[in-house]
């Protein structure tokens, strides 16, 4: 059951960098920066991980239910 509760959030956590990346910057890169913006290279990585995070934590829990 722990299992199911962890992809969930990694499906959580994969769909807010991939809806909206610039709260994701706010929340692990904002602080290290005095400009504040996050380039165009960053959103678009940031985007890619979140489709992939999102799509491992769809499978681990799709295969962890049906088992």
Same mark, same amino acid.
């Given at each position: &059951?722990? =299992?199911?509760?962890?992809?969930?959030?990694? &499906? $959580?956590? $994969?769909?807010? &960098?991939?809806? !909206?990346?610039?709260?994701? =910057? /706010?929340?692990? /890169? %904002?602080?290290? +920066?005095?400009? $504040?913006?996050? #380039? /165009? #290279? =960053?959103? !678009?990585? +940031?985007?890619? $991980?979140?489709?992939?995070?999102?799509?491992?934590?769809?499978?681990?829990? %799709?295969?962890?239910?049906?088992?």
């Amino acid at each position: &059951m722990l =299992y199911v509760l962890g992809g969930i959030f990694l &499906m $959580g956590w $994969g769909a807010l &960098m991939f809806l !909206r990346p610039d709260i994701f =910057y /706010e929340l692990t /890169e %904002a602080w290290k +920066t005095r400009q $504040g913006n996050p #380039s /165009e #290279s =960053y959103l !678009r990585n +940031t985007r890619f $991980g979140g489709a992939v995070c999102f799509l491992a934590g769809l499978v681990c829990t %799709a295969l962890l239910l049906v088992n």
